[in-house]
């Protein structure tokens, strides 16, 4: 088994402990070693969250040279080794054999990843997401519980696309949009855009200037 530290401290990060513990009873893999806080929660640091115990924080990753990582939704991996940066797949998501997952991704149970489908490196996906055979997700895209993505879509990077939200087939969601929670979307979508409603239409900017 290897050490595994999980960059975050967060509910994603106790939930992704979780996962941890189905993995190994499936087939052991990893010995959790516990959490590396972010500088301003430092003062977790020596305290236990859940039976997750908070080890240090993300500037004390060159202490663990030895020890692989999986980063919480919205942690800073920036300075962990992409060698030392690994993916976490719940033992009930179903993956494609041709299938592509990236580093550092975690993909929570109930999950479906079809035919063909890519996802890049610090993908995260939240319960029962749909990401259907042909899709492309880009880097550091993430989907809450039970987003929809028909066949084909393409998920530029940074993007994030809320709980329940539906995605045409052959659609294009620009770098860094927001996709609210409960939309349906049926056409492309503009870089850093937040779209709302059935049909999803565009609300603002996600990002000033």
Known sequence: MRDLIILGTGP??????DIIEQINRVQPTWNLLGALAAPAQADLVGHTLDNLAVLGTVTDLSRYLEACFAAEFGSDSSGCPP????????????????????????IYPGCFI???????????????????????????VSLCSHVSLAGYVHVEAGSYL???CTVKQYVRIGRDALIGMGSVVLADVPAN??????PAHKLRDRYPG
């Open 12 to 17: 994603h990060a106790q939930e992704m402990a």
């Open 83 to 106: 060698q030392q940066l690994v993916s976490l797949v719940a033992p009930s998501a179903f993956v494609a054999r041709t299938a592509r997952i990236g580093a550092g991704c975690v």
């Open 114 to 140: 079809g035919h063909n489908a890519r996802l890049g490196d610090r993908v995260f996906c939240l319960s029962s997401a749909t990401i259907n055979h042909d899709n492309h997700l880009e880097d550091n």
């Open 162 to 164: 809320g709980q329940a």
């Open 193 to 198: 855009s937040v779209m709302v409603g059935n």
